[in-house]
């Protein structure tokens, strides 16, 4: 039977038959692999992920934790799925055989995350931060760091979580108050409160791995005085043994509209509730360089705003599938053209709008899946190059997607999950179908990891003109390359890559002039009609290239591509030509707005 989670016909496309990552074997990294590797570990993640991860996604959606006041209850199913995936050793598939890891490409790792994302997005959340978690200790941290904490988040013993926001400081972490006061033993103790931090205080795991932003006293202001902390629940003796608890004390759970399954906590460091050694305060041991805190995380936010994406795209993947499903079932209504009341009713596929539902879910879904799964092979190319210029060039690339990674499928597969609903009528408004929860977990995506307007901030402040504009000439070259591609092959590609070779020229001519205008507050106040303009223009882009990968051949499968291609071009792109026009006037219409006229 076809899944409702993914498609592995279309992951089989993407994989190999676009991005050819099969290739990616010759380079040594990842040499000892191979495609039959490759297959299995998809095969794998999609049969736990149907297994262990789909079956309590309501259940947990309904029961979410509980806090009595001493200890935090998960549904058992949790840790069951947790154990499973951790049994499968799937934790280090991407990460260095060095540490442990399978060191496969990041790509095929993210095809097979996908399969649990979709499947229970808030139990893969703790899998989630567990990686990012180990990876970030991996590059920054000491041996003995390794040793305590990365090796059991690896075995799935311990988890791990990101504790950067406070309530006073979400998108400006500049703000943060948190203070770690250095001790004589090296040492650090921490004080102060954190806010939403995801997976932190249950009975999952053993112990958990808290990666906590802090300030030293006397360091520097805003964010070059933030310092990295591993604090755990639990201190790890020498020999590896769980020793005393650490003074973490948690305040309370957040009751969240989606992914309740995993636990949002308010948590206090050094509150004395705990006493480690006899005294308050809850011990840190410092990651990397003090007061470089800021930039050893942003390793993980990185990697955390793909798998947002990710996420993102998974969820409006599976609210895809099942409307698709319903859509092929549900009889209601005549063809437009029919005369006869008392011919019998077709089903809703059948209606033109509800087609029109289901390709922009396709051309959503699809194209944000093969976003994430190039960027992710940018990540493969960077971390398998065989020059520093190569290297260069890969990580160029990604870092002026990765805001639109971030933020695309945030958006739009939001937009998939909400057409989904509308496809199951009233009966997408109800709990008894999937779609609305679907909905209501993918709505944090635009939210956490930097909002929505932090990333086109970060799109159009640093991204664009990064190296004086290297990062948008290296975006310019790829997209030059496949409008090339698309040009040779002729037909309706060459005029779908005539189209974005205009809206790309447009875009750089608005940017050019916006920046050349000196007015930065117009230009900046516009950022998010920047990055939705960009990310639209990106994901044409992406469009074209799956469709040169088509390259004429036959079938249901290849027909949908290109027609989904096609509506992409037609209904999605030209939303472009207005939002360039308002950026190009630096219109001023928001910053001219007055409090008071509100
Ligand atoms: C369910 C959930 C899970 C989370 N998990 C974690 C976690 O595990 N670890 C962690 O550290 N944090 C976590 N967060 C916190 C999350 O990252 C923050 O909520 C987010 O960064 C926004 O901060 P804020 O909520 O304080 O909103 P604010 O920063 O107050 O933003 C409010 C609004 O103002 C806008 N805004 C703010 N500053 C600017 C600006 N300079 N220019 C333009 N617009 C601006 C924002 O875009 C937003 O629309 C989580 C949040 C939620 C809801």
């Given at each position: ?22 290739e990616l074997?010759k380079r040594d990294r990842f040499s ?64 260095d ?8 490409p990041m790509t ?268 992710a092979k940018l990540v493969d190319l960077a971390n398998s190059a065989e020059s520093d210029d190569e290297r260069d060039a890969a990580t160029l690339l990604l870092d ?74 290296a ?124």
């Amino acid at each position: 039977m076809k899944s409702t989670l993914l498609s592995r016909r279309d992951l089989e496309f993407l994989l190999y038959e676009w991005l050819r990552v099969d290739e990616l074997t010759k380079r040594d990294r990842f040499s000892e692999h191979s495609r039959e590797t490759f297959d299995a570990v998809l095969e794998l993640c999609e049969q736990l992920a149907t297994r262990y991860f789909a079956p309590h996604n309501k259940k947990s959606d309904a029961a979410e934790p509980t806090f009595d006041g001493e200890k935090v209850s998960v549904i058992d199913e949790v840790k069951e799925a947790l154990d499973a995936f951790g049994q499968a050793d799937l934790m280090g598939m991407a990460m260095d055989a060095e540490f442990g890891g399978a060191q496969l490409p990041m790509t095929v790792a993210e095809a097979g995350f996908a399969w649990f994302s979709a499947a229970n997005v808030s139990t893969t959340g703790y899998l989630m931060l567990t990686i990012a978690n180990i990876n970030l200790l991996t590059k920054f941290g000491t041996p003995e760091q390794i040793e305590a904490f990365v090796r059991p988040m690896l075995a799935g013993r311990f988890s791990g979580t990101m504790a950067l926001s406070e309530t006073q400081a979400g998108s400006s972490l500049a703000d943060i108050l948190t203070r770690a006061e250095p001790q004589d033993d090296g040492t650090y103790r921490l004080f102060g409160a954190k806010m939403w931090i995801s997976g932190a205080e249950h009975e999952l795991t053993e112990n958990i791995v808290n990666l906590v932003l802090a300030k030293i006293p006397g360091g520097p202001p805003g964010t070059k005085g933030i310092s990295l902390f591993i604090v755990p629940k639990y201190l790890v003796a020498p020999d590896g043994s769980i020793g005393e608890r650490n003074d973490i004390a948690l305040a309370g759970l957040n009751h969240k509209m989606g992914q309740r399954g995993i636990t949002n906590t308010v948590l206090n460091f050094g509150e004395g509730k705990y006493q480690p050694g006899g005294a308050p305060g809850a011990v840190g041991y410092l990651v990397g360089e003090p007061h470089r805190g800021l930039a050893h995380m942003f390793h993980m936010m990185n990697e955390a705003r793909l798998g947002v994406g990710m996420g993102a795209v998974s969820l409006g993947y599976t609210g895809y599938l099942k409307s698709l499903e319903y859509a092929r079932e549900r009889p209601q209504g005549r063809p437009v053209t029919a005369k006869d009341p008392s011919a019998p009713q077709i089903p809703i596929i059948g209606h033109a709008d509800v087609r029109r539902m289901l390709l922009a879910q396709k051309a959503y879904v699809e194209g944000g899946m093969a976003l994430l799964l190039y960027c992710a092979k940018l990540v493969d190319l960077a971390n398998s190059a065989e020059s520093d210029d190569e290297r260069d060039a890969a990580t160029l690339l990604l870092d002026i997607l990765t805001p639109v990674g971030k933020s695309w499928p945030s958006q739009w597969c939001l937009e998939a999950n909400s057409l989904a609903i509308q496809v199951h009528g009233g009966y997408g408004y109800t709990r008894e179908y999937d779609v609305e929860q679907h909905y209501r977990d993918n709505r944090l995506n635009p939210i956490h990891e930097g909002t929505h307007g932090i990333q086109s901030l970060d799109l159009l402040g640093r991204k664009v003109t990064q190296r004086g504009g290297a990062s948008l000439a290296a975006l310019g070259t790829a997209i030059g390359q496949t409008v090339a591609h698309a040009t040779a092959a002729g037909g309706e590609t060459a005029e779908l890559a005539a189209e974005l070779d205009a809206t790309w020229q447009r875009l750089v001519e608005v940017t050019t002039g916006m920046f050349a205008s000196g007015d930065i507050e117009a230009a900046m106040a516009n950022s998010v009609v920047f990055l939705e303009a960009f990310g639209h223009l990106v994901v044409a882009w992406i469009w074209l290239e799956q469709l040169v990968a088509v390259n004429g051949r036959s079938g249901d499968f290849y027909d949908g591509k290109r027609q989904a291609a096609r509506y992409f071009f037609r209904y999605e792109l030209p939303r472009t030509a207005p939002q360039l026009d308002l950026l190009a006037r630096l219109d001023r219409t928001t910053l001219d707005m007055r409090d008071e006229w509100f």
